[in-house]
């Protein structure tokens, strides 16, 4: 397949091709969960919902893998870093309880991913510590066991959870696809600089497209299984 992307079309082919949802989880995209306890505006994230939905739904159409992430801390903190946990002097660290649940910890109301994106039995659910889906989790295991060569990217925030994931998933020899449309940050400058220069010097890190080319070149796919 074929994909009317910048700087230059994107091929790939469904059945070696995975959809990778960052951190459409609560704690990020609703009031009184991390992104906010950072001084977030969460409101603007809410807004991608929509066409992150008219995706999945046609992935899973199609057949496609599918991978949602979420940023995630053990119970007893081990995996969290002091560095990570007193960063910003936020009102609520990690770990803290807040309206919903503990601020990023695994197993919490506000660690799960949003009802409008929730993953269904057979979709990979890949809990992280980092920013990066690679850093410290099966991710690059599994891709490869499953036979997968290129990655479409949707999720949130572009410049810090998605950039991050797509520079790994680069270095380890993914073709990577970034909907942008179907990624937000709380710094519309900062979304608009990280697709810039994700797809700089021909695709130096991947690949941008509109989620309607993508979702016209779907509509002419075979299902992948
Ligand atoms: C942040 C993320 N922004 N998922 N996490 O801390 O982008």
Known sequence: MN?????????F??????????DMQRDFIEPGGFGQSLGNDVSLLAAIVPACQRVLGAWREAGGLVVHTREAHNADLSDCPPAKRNRGNPTLRIGDTGPMGRILVAGEPGNQIIAQLAPVPGEIVIDKPGKGAFYATPLHNLMQQAGITHLVFMGVTT????QTSMREANDRGFDCLLLEDCTESYFPAFKASAVEMMRAQGAIVGWTAMSDSFLQVLAMSQPAR
Request: a negative charge.
């Open 3 to 11: 994909i009317d992307a910048q700087p230059f079309p994107f091929e």
């Open 13 to 22: 082919e469904l059945a070696r091709t995975a959809l990778v949802i960052i």
């Open 159 to 162: 410049e810090v959870c998605v």
